[in-house]
């Protein structure tokens, strides 16, 4: 890939079916999903919040108890994507950080915050995808850290959940019906995956990613080791929370 990315910037002509711009773009993400999961090597080191601890698991259940916590104030009302002063921004990205928060507690009650999670705006420094918030943090569940982080795309706008090095790729309806593309992704390397994209009812793109990375690209069997076995969360854990963010935002 660096060597066809060389050519084409020397002025080589490619073949003619090939997309550049497309090619030049799937290789910015895989960057990007790279660089999010380099964090994780080293957030042992970081000073530890509890995202929520529950002693008991539910007889039958295989992983993580589903919680089942008292009723918030967050958990009844929605919220718009508001960000046309500094200060309705600054309130939409603590409202995301919040349901973040809210909803890996619900979800994962013992997973452990390592980082974060912090959510900020950034279009006034927007990357290449035209992003409006991101943000997210790492978390520890039974002995396995990832990095789990969340992005708002403008209407029109996408990260594609699914690409060319996503091992799956399928429409998922969670249990409150909020439907999502999801992507378990292996990169030929030590990066495993869970991603979901979902449109907002406001036409907005929400998008996660649920990233860890195993060893090096030279590591062998580990680093080839199932998505399921990888990351801290399971799937069905990445698609509640997903599922259960995108369903506080209204029109």
């Known amino acids: 890939m660096t060597q066809q990315l060389f050519h084409e910037v020397i002025g080589e002509k490619p073949p003619s079916t090939i997309d550049v711009k497309q090619v030049v773009r799937r290789e910015r993400r895989r960057a990007r999903l790279r660089r999010l999961v380099g964090a994780a090597g080293v957030v042992a080191l970081a000073s530890v919040a509890v995202a929520g601890l529950s002693p008991h698991r539910p007889a039958g259940q295989d992983g993580p108890p589903v919680a089942r916590p008292a009723p918030t ?34 979800t994962a009650p013992q997973a452990t915050w390592l980082t974060g999670p912090a959510v900020r705006y950034t279009e006034k420094s927007p990357d290449d995808e035209g992003t409006l918030f991101r943000g997210g ?109 995108a369903a506080k935002v209204i029109a």
């Open 137 to 245: 943090g790492n978390l520890s569940l039974d002995g396995r850290t990832s990095a789990f982080s969340i992005r708002v795309m403008p209407t029109g706008r996408t990260m594609p959940a699914c690409v060319d090095f996503a091992t799956t790729c399928q429409q998922v309806t969670a249990a409150n019906g909020v439907r999502m593309v999801l992507g378990t992704w292996r990169d030929g390397g030590p990066v495993a995956a869970y991603t979901a994209e979902i449109t907002l009812a406001d036409g907005r793109q929400f998008y996660v990613q649920h990233t860890t990375k195993l060893g090096s690209a030279k590591s062998g069997g580990a680093a080839m080791a199932p998505v399921s076995s990888a990351v801290a969360l399971s799937r069905d854990q990445v698609v509640a929370i997903a599922a259960e963010i």
């Open 73 to 106: 104030a967050s958990a009844e009302v929605g919220f718009r994507l508001v960000y046309n002063t500094e200060e309705s921004a600054r309130t939409t990205a603590e409202r995301l950080t919040a349901e973040l928060l809210a909803a890996v507690r619900q």
